[in-house]
């Protein structure tokens, strides 16, 4: 069965002299992957077109007997030079490609696949000073969409509401606890501001400004830790622990 579906290429690995597997986010197909026959040959079909981060329209033979399906066609319609170009925005990329990735569901997800197509658009002209929060906004919009939303509004051991004030955050429990409930989980305190900040970095909307350097340090961090416990469930993530450490930056 041939379909076609817009896609984004996630990654790839030469496969053979000539040919090339790629991993596509699909919008109607869920995370496949493909072989490119030829794709690496000098007059491919296929040109150059397939580059992590490109998107377009791919055709795919799909196997019914085998998880590795046939690229017969990829009708470019963007090459984000621009995020590869800059390691920071690459990363970021990267990041959120790899949880496409992991959490890899064959089912159609249409959500996710438009929230990275979206994620992506924004990223490619994204400024150096916008960067920092906007990442950690793209990352936790991904999560989210994903199904692994954050519990922010009431405590998730015992559902009582939430003082105002520092909020108690609980990677390990999802998200806040209450101030009886905090003490006896590992919680990472959250100053009002912070609170605040978090709430908007995985709503929708995103941070109204821009997250300094410390605190975007912060967020990346507690980001982190909840991917570890929810979506990775212990397992590597290198692409985004190279986003966190950010070790192109100095220190
Ligand atoms: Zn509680």
Known sequence: MVVTTPAIVLATLRYSETSKIVRLATRDHGVQSAIAKGALRPRSRFGASLQVFSSGQAHLLLSSR?????????????????????????????????????????????????????????????????????????????????????????CLRDGQPLEDGPLAFSAADGGALCARCAPTAETTMLPTPDRAALRALVSPAGLPGLLDQRHAAAHRRLLARYIHYHVAEGGQLSALEFWVGRAWAGS
Do not use: K
């Open 66 to 154: 085998r998880d590795l399906h046939t690229l017969t066609a990829f009708d470019l319609t963007n090459l984000p030079v621009a995020l590869a170009s800059n390691v920071a925005r690459f990363a970021t990329a990267t990041a959120l490609a790899e949880l496409m990735i992991r959490v890899g569901s064959t089912e159609p997800r249409s959500e996710a696949y438009d929230c990275l197509a979206g994620a992506l658009e924004v990223l490619e002209p994204a400024g150096p000073e916008q960067l920092p929060g906007l990442a950690v906004h793209l990352l936790w919009r991904l999560v989210a969409t994903l199904g692994f939303e954050p519990g922010l509004s009431q």
